[in-house]
């Protein structure tokens, strides 16, 4: 039970893995709306690592301010811009 | 060569963290003095169920008011640049289906009470004033995704988000004035676990709660509507 | 506390993990948009599960409160897409 | 009269959140939800608030739980079923329906119901016409449709909103 | 009560996990969210029962989970799709389109 709360658990370390390959993803999609789904995904794993490592109010930040209010953000932005990164 | 150069900046950075991280105990045994201090006196000080709060609201409660501050001059500074930005394209706007006019009418009372609930409960529960005032922002947020004229009096949010703000700096002046420091907390502890307990931190909650709820919608608000303005 | 036998653990670990897998592969792979949304929303639901189920591996009753809280803004970060293919913002 | 409903709606919603029957929180409650009906102007009590009072529909409300339950539960299974089988047997397509309810909240619950049963998702409404997403058409033509998708929820929802 | 909460967990996490693999395997936008809604809400709904069911204490908190799910899942999946046909993603061997049809006609604004 300890090594598993860890952060080195080899759960927290999969889902660390996860979530940088979809920070891959966000960089390399051409399209921005696309990248932000990408960047919503992080935010998901972000709230179950937090949630995981038993630090809760940061997992409710998280899923607070990086899955709903930035998403929405992203949407106004890229409605006022481009959508396709040239 | 890139992504070369690209791996062996981020090995490094691995080989950083680890090499810098390493020394730092998960738990308990070796905290810094003052963390230490505030971990063993922090349920006892305050009588907050949640410890977490006792120290951002009440040690930490300066430091708080200055991210209250940062997010006001954010949102400032986005409803200064947007009123001066006159580079929009016309953006033609469809209805939204009558399936979603319907539920939203219905979803956005039960989330303002969510929020209100969250922020309450910001001593007993992980939530507090931030989390709460997104989600109320949220709730305005699904009125204007529902809704093509959906207007918030731009007044009502200004004035609420100053009655807030004036009461967080009223709250620390009080504490200034009777217990000698700025936002001590001189109201009575309570019994632990209920709604009233933990003195002077659900007070502060609720007036960060209505302050970052008022102050996001507001900004989401300017965003949007600074996009229909070229609508004719 | 009860507390649930380890195989049990183990099948419903691997259930829900190969599930969030699956919904990453259709958010990297989705022709359109459309799909990789319709795999941010299955995820949504996962994910929601998932911390309901750490609340109840960890027994502490106020995690509930994180799911909600997720659940209710990622559901706003789905429509404001949805509303934005409808050209609504 | 309104204001009243949407008040307690609401502070029922706030006792299912905090669960507990401490004084201090039914005050705290009964004050959020009075002022959260002022601000949203009561809309959740809906336009003639003494429906809510008809045990009729209530029992209606609990009979028609009963067959959502039911229906979820064979739409799994039909799901299931076409997900494993190797050679994906669908058919699908959007068809027309038509209800005869009237009211907004009832559509709502209705276009709800139609995507959570066995291989349909409600696409779009239009007026009394429901565009429906099925997995599997059996019958292009309105009547064959409605009579597969809408019937079964109608007669509980007529009841109940109308 | 240990053993339905066991039951049902193992119900829910299979359903989600079939559910997922729909998300795979279905060959347009319209078939996986046929998929990935119904078999998600199930898939919730039955989980989030069977922890009920070992911790009876957390019944009215699991309650408003299961009914939020219900409500917004439908939502979600009903506001997508008719975003999505608006935007012109055709249907993989369709039977019949009546909606592009009245969109044609003019009935439905487009």
Redesign the interface.
Known sequence: MNFLQSPLSPVVTLLSILAMGLALLAIYLKDLLAASVAAGFISLVASIIFLYLQAPDVAMTEAAIGAGITTVVFIIAVRKTERYEK | MNVILALLVVLGLGYFFEFVLRPFPFGMEQLPQVAYLYIRDGLKDNNAANLVTSIVVNYRGFDTLGEVTVLFLAASGVAFLLSMCRCLRPIKRHESSEIIKTSTSYLYPSLIVFGAYIFIHGHLTPGGGFQGGAVIASAVMYMFLAFLDFHPSHSALSVTESLAGLAFVGLGLWGLWAGGSFLANILPKGEWNRIISAGVIPLIYIAIGFKVGSELSALLSDMITSAREKKE | MNSLPLWLEITVGVFIGLATLMAVWRIIRGPTLSDRVVGLDAATTITMVLLVMIGFFSNRYIYLDVSLVYGVLAFLGVVAIARYFEGGV | MRLLLSTLVLFLLWMMFVASLDPQEIVTGLFVAFFTSLITGSVIAGKEPLKWLSPKRWFYFFLFALYFIKELTLANLDVAYRVIHPRLPINPGIVRVKTKLKTPIAKLVLANSITMTPGTITVDVHGDTLYIHWIDVKGKDVETATKNIVEGFEKYLEVIFE | M?IVG?IF??I??????????????????????????????????F??LG?MA??P?????????II????????????????????G?P??????????E?KEKG???K
């Open positions: 240990k066991e967990l193992i829910g996490s299979l359903f989600l996990f079939l559910s997922a693999l729909g998300l795979l395997r279905m060959p347009d936008v319209y078939n996986r969210m046929q998929a990935g809604t119904k078999g998600t809400t199930f898939g919730a709904f989980s989030i922890v070992m911790r204490e957390w019944f009215l908190k699991g309650l408003s989970i939020f799910i219900l409500l917004t899942n439908p939502l979600s999946s009903h506001a997508l799709l008719r975003a999505t046909h608006r935007l993603v249907l993989a061997k369709k039977a019949i389109d009546a909606y592009a009245d009935i439905v604004e």
